[in-house]
């Protein structure tokens, strides 16, 4: 027998994901890597300062599987100064990163033959997690340029099988924010079939709208149906960190904790303090940051525009995406970024690889703008003059 026949069959047939591929291919060429999502500038000093001490005057041990008490005091804390929800410890679960947070939730509440909605484009770690908990994923695309839930598309996918809906919001990698009324409409839909929601909510304080965040938790009946994903690597643009929570009720609180404590158990407990620290930060240090992301937006969106490139709107996230039909660019979105990073020299991501099926769009890019400025000058101007020579 070969040993690939004895491998899960998710894991055999899955391919290299979009974002590690076009990372190994800016490092290849010695691109500029606007391709996988991380901020590269200065970082908020009184959390190093707060990792550093912890590392040195607090335990460096197993904290409690569900995270320090100092940290989920601050996050319940966080949540009701920032989107006035009423938590109690008992309902967080520390985790590493949201990612685990999400494979914890699938785990626990995915049943073999279990549906799960996927609202399209995703993060591409959602469709295998689900398949490995032995559920089918269900496609919901949203389409390009404003990415609206639709009411009529979400309820013609719902089945007697279905039995979950995974809502990221604000959405990477299109950078749009659902609606009030597309949130109670989402909400609506879940209470009216008994579907539990899980909201992948990382990107909830890396938003430019000026209009506060609100958790699809809650919405009128949600409070006990949905987990609530967050993230500190987002909040504090501390990616490598992996320090991440989920947030539930009653027996749904218990199922992910329970299936936590068999994936990680706990994450490094120094940055856990820190963490806790950063949470309780003036509001203005973390309002600096978003100023200093949202300042990085509009400078590549200028360079970009000015040579050419017709920017799709954005209010959230750390990314822009560039429509390639209405810059008059023949190439689909594929074709974009495997040329760019070779002949341009910077590295984008083909939002169409994060579609499942035939609704994917083929003629939209996305690039991560959280960088320096004289990078983010030079990729525009590498991009507009390649884009001459097409």
């Known amino acids: 027998m070969k040993t690939i026949n004895r491998i899960h069959p998710v894991y055999a047939e899955m391919e290299r994901t979009v974002f590690d591929r076009m990372s190994a291919l800016a490092r290849e060429h010695g691109a500029i890597n606007l391709g996988q999502g991380f901020p590269d500038g200065p970082v ?53 990163g949201a990612t685990e947070a999400i494979a914890a939730a699938l785990l626990a509440l995915v049943k073999p033959g279990d549906e799960v909605i996927l609202f399209q484009p995703a993060y591409d770690a959602y469709a295998p997690m689900v398949r490995r908990a032995g559920g089918v994923a269900v496609s919901v695309p949203l389409a390009p340029p404003h990415f609206r839930y639709e009411e009529a598309a979400l309820s013609a996918a719902i089945t007697p099988l279905t039995r979950v809906v995974i809502l990221n919001d604000p959405l990477n990698p299109a950078g749009t924010v659902a609606s009030h009324a597309e949130l109670a409409m989402i909400a609506r839909i879940c209470t009216q079939h008994d579907l539990i929601a899980i909201c992948d909510e990382v990107w909830e304080d890396v938003r430019f709208d ?80 978003r100023k200093g992301w949202a300042t990085a937006r509009a400078r590549l969106k200028t360079g970009l525009e000015e040579a050419g490139f017709v920017v799709l709107p954005n209010a959230a996230t750390w990314f822009l995406c560039i429509d390639l039909t209405a810059s008059g660019i023949a190439l689909t979105d594929r074709e974009f970024s495997e040329r760019a990073v070779v002949e341009a020299g910077v590295a984008t991501v083909p939002v169409g690889a994060l579609y499942s099926g035939d609704a994917a769009p083929s003629h939209i890019v996305r690039l991560c703008f959280t960088k320096p400025a004289p990078v983010l000058d030079e990729a525009a101007v590498r991009l507009g003059a390649w884009r001459s020579a097409l």
């Open 44 to 96: 908020i000093e009184p959390l190093l300062e707060a990792a550093a001490r912890a590392l040195r005057e607090k335990s460096n041990q197993y904290p409690p599987g569900a995270g320090l008490m100092e940290l989920r005091e601050a996050i319940c804390g966080y949540y009701q100064k920032r989107q006035d929800l009423a938590l109690t410890v008992d309902q967080v679960t520390v985790t590493s």
């Open 210 to 289: 000026d209009i506060p965040h609100r958790s699809l938790m809650s919405f009128p009946g949600m409070a006990e149906r949905a987990v609530k994903i967050g993230s500190a690597g987002k909040i504090f643009g501390l990616t490598g960190w992996k320090i991440g929570w989920m947030i539930a009720a009653g027996d749904l609180a218990t199922a992910i904790a329970h299936a936590h404590q068999f994936l990680t158990y706990a994450t490094a407990v120094p940055l856990q303090w820190a963490v806790a620290e950063g949470l309780g930060l003036s509001g203005d240090l973390l309002e600096q940051q």
